[in-house]
């Protein structure tokens, strides 16, 4: 059993669909994030959650909504996706810092990624 | 925002070689981390640096951290095929735990 487990590895969907993405972590971790590979471009930081609150929303789309039942699940809602939206997705665990100043948060656990494919 | 900048882009070598990756980041670094990427799958973690002149080693990879340069680099000792892949460098933004990562490195490895 890996660490981070993502599902579907790959998806194939229509502008007008509606799909999931799905992560789960069985490290003990509090902090989850997706992120957006693209070819050429650095690793796109999308969203985090500590402790299941969302801590971060890096001006991502309104189409791309994510969902934290708990610390070990995460999720990311896709409807009315674009071309450009086709790109590798990665989910990622690791300890959240305290919010004493100066922490450094853990090292990221990464998913194996879900490839997207856009039509 | 903090930037990671990568080089060199993609880098070739034959067996047994030794080479460096090097990544520079524009702002202070709170923490350097290298990862290791394999073509459409998940980055595997290869080590942490935190300190000044700290300088840590896995295997054949050895990473060191230059603090006031904003500079890490990656080295490795007599390459082997097995060291193909896409290593990125990632770093704490700011102390935010906001994970930023480099452009990449495409390394090939010839037997």
């Known amino acids: 059993e890996t660490g981070v487990t993502q599902t579907p590895r790959h998806l194939v969907m229509g502008m007008t669909n509606k799909k999931s993405l799905k992560c789960e972590q069985h490290l003990g971790h509090n902090a989850m994030y997706w992120y957006k590979q693209s070819a050429k471009k650095p690793l796109e930081l999308m969203f985090v959650y500590n402790f299941k609150e969302q801590t971060e929303n890096n001006s991502v789309p309104s189409r791309f909504s994510p969902e934290c039942p708990n610390s070990s699940h995460l999720f990311l809602h896709l409807h009315t996706l674009q071309p450009e939206d086709s790109a590798l997705y990665l989910c990622?665990?690791?300890?959240?810092?305290?919010?004493?100043?100066?922490?450094?948060?853990?090292?990221?656990?990464f998913g194996e990624g879900s490839r997207l494919t856009v039509l | 925002s903090q930037e990671l900048e990568q080089s060199p882009q993609s880098l070739i070598v034959q067996e047994g070689k030794n080479l460096t990756i090097n990544c520079t980041s524009s702002k202070t670094l709170y923490g350097l981390y290298w990862y290791k990427q394999k073509y459409g799958e998940g980055l595997i973690f290869l080590m942490m640096?935190?300190?000044?002149?700290e300088e840590k080693s896995h295997e054949k990879i050895t990473a060191k951290l230059d603090e006031k340069k904003q500079q890490s680099s990656l080295h490795i000792t007599a390459s082997q095929p097995s060291h193909a892949g896409i290593y990125l460098c990632?770093?704490?933004?700011?102390?935010?735990?906001?994970?930023?990562f480099g452009t990449g490195t495409r390394l090939k490895v010839l037997a």
């Open positions: 640096l935190q300190k000044g002149g």
């Open positions: 990622a665990s690791s300890f959240f810092p305290g919010l004493a100043g100066g922490q450094t948060a853990g090292e990221l656990f």
């Open positions: 990632g770093a704490d933004d700011g102390g935010t735990y906001k994970y930023i």
